[in-house]
């Protein structure tokens, strides 16, 4: 969805979100990472207050959208706040489905993690949810894999093997979903099951 903000002075910007839960009624609900340098984030989450006022245009889009009564296997790959997508669509699944989900989440920290108590309650619920992180920077003490940029390895030990033709969602900077899928088609994935949504700079 966009969101609008207009200044006392008729100065106007937008910027797009992700919604980060399957909305209720007139309820819906995004995850704002917070950056230093930009223009709207510090305003979300520093001065923002309940009662505040915004434009809100949305929900958009239809492509990237997983159905409750899709039984086949999914496959999520998320990308930095990326994750926040992903995450709605795991949220959407709960008690509606059981469905096997696979996310597989990159981010450059374990202190960067986004929703990674949830994620971890809900895969230790045994429906059928598995969660893995990989790191780009640092990593926790005990993993064996040395911190880098997602792989082929980690798609082939955390994914699903395209033979099974999962549907696969990637969402994340430009660069890493053109990354990821690249490395999905490598594996053998059809085109036609990978969906993808990407954000960047304004």
Known sequence: MDLRLTAED???????????APAEGD???????????????????????AGGELEVLGPLGGWFVWRTEDPGPVLLVGGGSGVVPLTALVRARAGVSRAPFRLLASVRTPEDRI????????????????????????GLGDDSR???RLGADDLARHGWPANIQP?????????????????????????ARIRTERFGGA
């Open 10 to 20: 008729g100065y106007q910007t937008s910027r797009s979100y992700s919604l980060a």
């Open 27 to 49: 309820r819906i609900e995004i995850t704002v990472q917070r950056l230093d340098t930009g223009e709207v984030s510090p305003f979300l989450t520093d001065e923002l207050s």
């Open 115 to 138: 929703y990674a108590a949830e994620l971890s309650r809900r895969a230790a619920e045994g429906t059928g949810l598995e969660v893995a992180w990989v790191y780009t920077r640092t």
């Open 146 to 148: 040395k911190p880098g």
């Open 167 to 191: 549907t696969c969602y990637v969402c994340g900077p430009t660069s890493f979903v053109e990354a990821a899928a690249s490395l999905l088609l490598a594996a053998g994935h059809d085109a």
